[in-house]
């Protein structure tokens, strides 16, 4: 079965740049979506495949994929950014597959 | 607007049954696949099931294959889960979410709010 791994937490000051990993063999092959999950709250899609970014999501939101990483970026981080990040990916012999999830802190 | 509502969640016993219902709107259903997701209390996020458009290919996670079955009523703009043979570890909030995407593949565009499921005796 494919396996997508991910940090299990990310601190980051406000206003700086955060940086969540996602590592799956050869995921730059791969769509990668991303998605933010705060408390008590359904997932929202926030970058798809690899790097586009759904309306209304601000530009400070970006990803890249390539290789065996995939990566979301967060720049001038905020204090509402503060959530749950996960990863995503279609893989055929194992379905929808999610990353453990990243919780990412604003310090 | 978009808007999926689960329901059918509550408290089985192991070896029990449920049947979960999501009821879209605000857009084609019939036009998207869908997907239930679940995630355990504390944990992560787990993709369940989807369904095509018509109903006519069905994908499972291997750990319900045989216990769930993903079904829709396009007419009724429905989607359901059967729940069979629970366990206690399929205790989790279910989520349906919307498939969307092109050629690149899809993506989850849109989720409902969920319901929650607990197997326990």
């Known amino acids: 079965s494919y396996v997508l791994t991910q940090p299990p937490s990310v601190s980051v000051a406000p206003g700086k740049t955060a940086r969540i990993t996602c590592g799956g063999n050869n995921i730059g092959s791969k769509s990668v979506h991303w998605y933010q999950q705060k408390p008590g709250q359904a997932p929202v899609l926030v970058i798809y495949y690899d790097s586009d970014r759904p309306s209304g999501i601000p530009e400070r939101f970006s990803g890249s994929n390539s290789g065996n990483t995939a990566t979301l970026t967060i720049s001038r981080v905020e204090a509402g950014d503060e959530a749950d990040y996960y990863c995503?990916?279609?893989?055929?012999?194992?379905?929808?597959?999610f990353g453990g999830g990243t919780k990412l802190t604003v310090l | 607007e978009v808007q999926l509502v689960e329901s059918g969640g509550g408290l089985v016993q192991p070896g029990g049954s449920l049947r979960l219902s999501c009821a879209a709107s605000g857009f084609t259903f019939s036009s998207y696949w869908m997907s239930w997701v679940r995630q355990a209390p504390g944990k992560g996020l787990e993709w369940v099931a989807n369904i095509k458009q018509d109903g006519s290919e069905k994908y499972y996670v291997d750990s319900v294959k045989g216990r769930f079955t993903i079904s829709r009523d396009n007419a009724k703009n429905s989607l359901y889960l059967q729940m069979n043979s629970l366990r206690a570890e399929d205790t989790a909030v279910y989520y349906c979410?919307?498939?969307?995407?092109?050629?690149?593949?899809?993506?989850?565009?849109?989720w409902g709010q969920g319901t929650l499921v607990t197997v326990s005796s």
């Open positions: 995503q990916v279609w893989d055929s012999s194992s379905g929808w597959v």
């Open positions: 979410a919307r498939e969307d995407g092109n050629s690149r593949g899809d993506y989850f565009d849109y």
